[in-house]
């Protein structure tokens, strides 16, 4: 049954801009993306919103919707009753245009980690690993980069002068799904988390795992296992020898 | 400003990568490993391309889940699938080559299901006679481009530091559309194009360009494509003077979700049927069995109990009618539901809640749980899915020598991935395009490295330059003109009702004249507001280019007078031998689009004797089958 919905969206670009009232029609099961859409189609032709797949699984249509980040394709109208619907772009990156904000922060961020390192006597279609051992860096790869968990992450939210040397969420996950993975022989991954991309100016507060569209459980799997073990190697002194001893730190 | 030469943003590169999906991606790690300077260029976010929607898997035949598998099963598969319209020579590399370029993915951080042995594991899936399909539940395209992503940073790495800058030498150039390629002397010379966010210029030099902009979904009102499928490739390379063949072949996939309306088409992974889902109608009737065609009788179970028996017995009971190629369930739930047996909201049932446990199905087919669950409100651990047809993929494109991807007819152009025809014929199976991308991206990178090694580019010169600047200009200098979304959705509508999953030819003439008036509309386009990140500007680009694929499509449809894999003709619903031997070929002549026939090439006997001839006999003239072969 289509009604008429009350949004407010937010128009401008690094300069100006401010929330713009517009009434448009929301039909039964439809997305904010949905409605966005409508309203670029019908009342503003050049309103910016970045979309892909629009099923949840490429991570492009990050916004803030009432608020909190959000995926707009996986946000039902239905969910806000009667209320205005308020679509602001994600506060910790600067706008580019409307609901468009510029994320290349995540980019730089995805240079500055080593990448995956395998064995080099390593010969292709010889690698044997069992599922659960793979199942752990799984959970981290099934991240979309939508960049919520970026985006909600106080450390950077309200802080632009800690984006130098804080890589966000998005990258600790990367950092562990690599530390965990059955076949990478880069050492000290987590020391190098801790020391060059800010690990330790996350205080756990869990906000991250919370937007996460995949449910990846963001602080318990991949933040506090890192924490706790560069925690142990950093003060254990016969662990601490025994990282610059073995092949691959923490393994005791 | 635009056409000032002194402010037009400026580049040179060896080898110019239109696409970041799945071939573009690995053409440029080819391309870059080869010593090149390589560009990349994205129409949206770097690691966003549609093959990230890409769910069941990647065909390869490594045999780890059954050691009878190899290459030639594969190549067979693959033939019969595309119901031998298929170039032969590209599913053979395809079958040969798939199981290195998966194993070569591991090397590169790739974390695929493994078997309890340790290695890859594969899954079930359409057309194919073994497990083939590596995959990573049911998300395995994000898999592939984010370990390609993460393989082309670690090239940058590698490049800082031996050179000192990350993008020395590969670049991405993330939201920036190419509006045209660009020759000099009847060859690449490069192309020119615009940055999404600021509208700005570019200019980009390069001897040779590699096409890898994916499908053409977007021509069309119901479909799993995202808002990139726009056929730019295609068009791109239509008005660059290559050719395109069998764009009358279009991949309606079975399954596409068809509730609430608003996520009509979003694909569901045909993993489901792989993982023993099961189609009924309204009755309840398990309604595959009556729709086996004659060729594939002897392969599939005509009942129930041998249907069900084959998920324990592979080796002695036929397939599940289920997992026939795409082709025929799309139209076997089109009748259903024509016939008036469909669910309420004109789509059939889809169930694997009686086969599987809640927590194998939550574990294999995770996304597709929280799709339904998140959007349908639909539980599929306990209840069926409504699920139709939706525009999936486009089995025609670029014509490409074989070996090389090479564009036909235009030296330095290669196109790869979806947006190169001939490797599917007239149906592609499930899990090849995933393999496809892999082997032609490669192919295409090391074509590319080496014709540049051996040629000089000329300057693009101002001319040239000038004419693709006026051309972005120009719908700015109109106004009160037509508009983009509007036209878009006429389109749609006319690709849908008129050259859709069952086609006539009084529609498909009907739809040749619509496509014609929308195309003469869509000159007087004109777009409300700045350059600075405007859709409204973005769309009217990408419609000249839906406008001139639906062109090309309408018109292979009309001429092909038989019914063969993604064509069906209810005028013609047979398969004429005849028609097997030809590819319809489409060429540009600046106004319109024109189709002419062509011989298919006929394979030689080392693939000819790898079937059995009374299959080929269903398929080919005797004449074909006494010949044994092209050699």
Partial sequence: ?252 | MTTDKSALERYKYDVLVIGAGGAGLRAAVEARESGLRVAIICKSLFGKAHTVMAEGGAAASMGNANSNDNWQVHFRDTMRGGKFLNHFRMAELHAKESPDRIWELEMWGALFDRTKEGKISQRNFGGHEYPRLAHVGDRTGLELIRTMQQKIVALQQADKREHGEYESHIKVFAELTITEILKEDGKIAGAYGYWRESGSEVLFEAPAVIIATGGVGKTFKITSNSWEGTGDGHALALKAGANLVDMEFLQFHPTGMVWPPSVRGILVTESVRGEGGILTNSNGERFMFKYIPDVFKDKYADNETEADRWYEDQDNNRRPPELLPRDEVARAINSEVKAGRGSEHGGVFLDVSKRLSAEIIKKRLPSMWHQFYELAGVDITKEPMEVGPTCHYVMGGVEVEPDTAAAVGVPGLYAAGEVAGGMHGSNRLGGNSLSDLLVFGRRAGMAAAAYVKQTTAAPVADATVAAAAARIEAPFARSGGENSYSLHAELQEVTHNLVGIIRTGNELKDAITKIADIRKRSTNVAVSGGRKFNPGFHLAFDLDNMLLVAESTAKSAIGREESRGGHTRDDFPGMDMGWRQHNHISSFDGTQVTVRKQALPFMPKELFDLFDVEELKKYMTPDEVAKGGSN
Wanted: proline share 5%; charged share 30%; with cysteine.
């Fill in chain 1, 1 to 252: 049954m289509a009604r008429k919905i009350n949004l407010r969206i937010w128009r401008g670009d690094a300069t100006d801009g401010g929330l713009q009232d517009v009434q448009v029609e929301a039909n039964e099961g439809e997305v904010v993306l949905d409605v966005i859409h409508r309203v670029q189609a019908t009342q503003m032709g050049d309103l910016a919103v970045r979309w892909n797949c629009k099923a949840g699984k490429c991570g492009s249509c990050s916004m803030e919707i009432n608020g909190k980040p959000r995926l707009a394709c996986m946000t039902q109208v239905a969910t806000y009753g009667d209320e205005t619907i308020t679509v602001t772009p994600l506060r910790a990156f600067p706008v580019i245009k409307d609901l468009v904000t510029d994320v290349s922060f995540n980019y730089k961020k995805a240079m500055e980690i080593p990448a995956f390192e395998p064995p080099k006597e390593l010969v292709p279609g010889e690698a044997r690993m069992q599922q659960v051992d793979v199942e752990r860096s799984q959970e981290f790869r099934k991240c979309i980069e939508c960049f919520l968990c970026q985006d909600v992450c106080h450390v950077v939210r309200d802080h632009e002068e800690n984006k130098k040397s804080f890589a966000g969420p998005r990258f600790f996950i990367r950092i562990a799904e690599l530390d965990m993975h059955p076949l990478d022989t880069l050492k000290n991954r987590k020391r190098t988390a801790q020391e060059e991309h800010g690990l330790g100016m996350c205080n756990i507060t869990k906000c991250c795992t919370e937007v996460c569209p995949e449910h990846i459980k963001i602080t318990d799997n991949a933040i506090i296992p890192m924490k706790e073990r560069v925690a142990d190697i950093k003060y254990d002194p016969v662990r601490w020898l025994g990282s610059k001893i073995r092949k691959r730190e923490g393994i005791v």
